[in-house]
């Protein structure tokens, strides 16, 4: 069963373009990575949204200690107003099934 999971990062104000650039950097690393079907970046209001999927729970589980995290983790350690608020959810999907989850 897939797991989906929301993360927003909150960067320091004078911090945003480099944690921009970290992230950037990060992604294609993670497309990379076993089991990963979603992995996308989204901008708005002071933060950055990640919305994730991942094929199952081992994947997951495998994406928190690979490389392109545990370095992005390093990149983004004092450029954060927040430690990363991190969801994993679980799907109620409804309507149409190609609409209705993620």
Known sequence: MPVVVVA???????????????ILAAVPKVHAEPGCELYALHEGDGVFVMVERWESPDALRAHGKAEALTTLGAA???????????RRLSALPAGDPDKGAV
């Open 76 to 86: 983004l350690a004092d450029k954060l107003a927040a430690p990363p608020d991190v």
């Open 8 to 22: 927003t990062i909150t960067p320091r104000p004078d911090a945003v373009d480099a944690v921009r650039e970290a």
